[in-house]
């Protein structure tokens, strides 16, 4: 599947709140289906679950929830790793690690039109992702950030506009340390949008987060043409 989404791509990621003992009835569990309800409302155009310690069945149903939630509008959902429950539960694709399956076989196993997107953390792993069929890839991470330490030194936005500019057309997402005040040197760069968890984490500041980031990237885009 194309990423054929407006730019600048907002890209929401679970925070991972939730624990083998979350269930539907947890507050954690519909924190997150209301969060997820802002960012369709605010017109972020992805929103990846990424609940690692929820049992299979539990994503399951937090899955069908956030899917019904975003149905009808143009946001799409993504399931971090596990693409047989993202098929199962309807959403429209899966985000890969770097521990996870590559893009081609995901691709081959659940069709074109199953959106990929892949966590890189270098060019070389950016373009590998692109080869393998990926519909994207989430670059970094661009600044310091006590989350992506084990990933190494940041990249920086240098990095960011030469691997952007090597795998052009290919969508790369900025990740890592983003506040909105460094979300104008991600798309200036050449990204194609930008990714985060805190970024995107008070339901009640993301449309106007949403308006801000527009105009950012409508901004950025005359300056690169």
């Known amino acids: 599947m194309t990423l054929n989404l407006p730019r600048p791509i907002l890209y929401l990621i679970t925070r991972g709140a939730t624990s083998e003992a979350t269930t539907p009835d947890s507050k954690e569990f519909r924190e997150i289906v209301?969060?997820?309800?802002?960012?369709?409302?605010?017109?972020?155009?992805?929103?990846?679950?990424?609940?690692?310690?929820?049992?299979?069945?539990?994503?399951?149903?937090?899955?069908?929830?956030?899917?019904?939630?975003?149905?009808?509008?143009?946001?799409?959902?993504?399931?971090?790793?596990?693409a047989d429950i993202a098929a199962s539960a309807g959403a429209d694709g899966v985000h890969l690690t770097t521990t996870s399956l590559t893009p081609d076989v995901i691709r081959k196993t659940f069709g074109a039109r199953f959106l990929i997107g892949a966590s890189t953390h270098s060019l070389g792993e950016a373009r590998d992702s692109f080869r393998q069929g990926a519909d994207f890839a989430v670059f970094g991470p661009i600044f310091r950030t006590p989350s992506k330490a084990k990933y190494g030194p940041p990249l920086g936005t240098?990095?960011?506009?030469?691997?952007?500019?090597?795998?052009?057309?290919?969508p790369l997402i900025a990740i890592g340390g983003l506040s909105?005040?460094?979300?104008?040197?991600?798309?200036?760069?050449?990204?194609?949008?930008?990714?985060?968890?805190?970024?995107?984490?008070?339901?009640?500041?993301?449309?106007?987060?949403?308006?801000?980031?527009?105009?950012l990237g409508a901004s950025s885009l005359d300056c690169n043409r």
């Open 158 to 170: 240098e990095e960011l506009k030469d691997a952007a500019r090597k795998l052009a057309p290919f």
């Open 34 to 82: 209301l969060q997820a309800s802002a960012a369709v409302t605010a017109g972020i155009q992805l929103i990846q679950i990424r609940e690692k310690q929820l049992t299979a069945g539990v994503l399951f149903e937090l899955a069908r929830a956030i899917v019904a939630v975003a149905r009808g509008s143009s946001t799409r959902v993504l399931i971090n790793d596990r």
């Open 180 to 215: 909105p005040g460094r979300v104008n040197d991600c798309l200036r760069a050449g990204a194609a949008g930008v990714a985060g968890i805190t970024l995107f984490s008070k339901p009640e500041d993301l449309a106007m987060m949403v308006e801000k980031m527009r105009a």
